[in-house]
């Protein structure tokens, strides 16, 4: 049975609320040996349940697939490129979808699938251009490169129905910042799940992590 489609306007609703689960979306590069659902299960103890697993490893969609049922996580894929980075994504049991940009055929891809997706933006034509097909919820990428919190001030006052989850180039130390903005629904960042603490698999010290990036203010 394929899948229910899902509107551009409903996937930025159920983002809007995945999205006020937590301040920090945790963006996980998981390396092959890495127990995911140790991982989601500490991330998620610390507070942090949606947690975008990048598909820049191998071991991606095998990890998506260990969090799908573990109670609590609301796993989801980014770096979805293509329409079939998307049907690989829901296969695997992906709950969100997140990418870099967006094109026609991955947002055709991401309704037909019934896929929320969190589309990338970083020009405020592109913005336009999102909420035209009524996408209101988006990525901002690369924040920080893009611009950070003042674009996103910037883009607030002729463009204030989009919310973002800006990433890239944020962490513990400017966090904060951009999580005041009226326009920022949560951030992303990797730095609740450095590559060290995953290699030993010091599931204490990335709770410890993820517990101080729920406590951030918003």
């Not at 770096?79 to 296969?91: E, I, Y």
């Not at 940009?101 to 913005?127: F, K, Y």
């Not at 999102?130 to 924040?143: E, I, Q, V």
């Amino acid at each position: 049975m394929s899948p229910h489609p899902m509107p551009p306007t409903e996937q930025s609703a159920r983002l809007r609320e995945m999205a006020a689960a937590a301040p920090v979306v945790p963006v996980l590069v998981i390396a092959p040996g890495v127990d995911a659902r140790a991982l989601g299960a500490a991330l998620v103890s610390g507070g942090l349940p949606m947690l975008e697993v990048t598909l820049r490893t191998p071991a991606a969609l095998e990890a998506i697939a260990a969090m799908a049922d573990l109670p609590g996580a609301i796993p989801g894929a980014g770096t979805l490129l293509t329409p079939a980075d998307v049907r690989a994504a829901r296969q695997a049991g992906a709950r969100f979808g997140v990418s870099p940009g967006a094109t026609p055929d991955l947002l055709a891809a991401a309704e037909a699938e019934g896929l929320p997706l969190l589309p990338g933006a970083a020009t405020a034509s592109e913005v336009m251009a999102l909420l035209a097909r009524g996408h209101d919820a988006m990525k901002l990428f690369p924040a920080a490169a893009a611009g950070g919190t003042a674009l996103l001030k910037s883009l607030a006052g002729p463009l204030p129905q989009a919310g973002f989850c800006p990433t890239g180039g944020i962490g513990p130390e400017n966090a904060a910042e951009y999580l005041r903005l009226p326009n920022v629904m949560c951030v992303g960042g990797s730095w609740v799940a450095p590559p060290d603490l995953l290699a030993r698999g010091d599931w204490a010290g990335v709770e410890a992590l993820a517990r101080a990036a729920a406590a951030l203010p918003r």
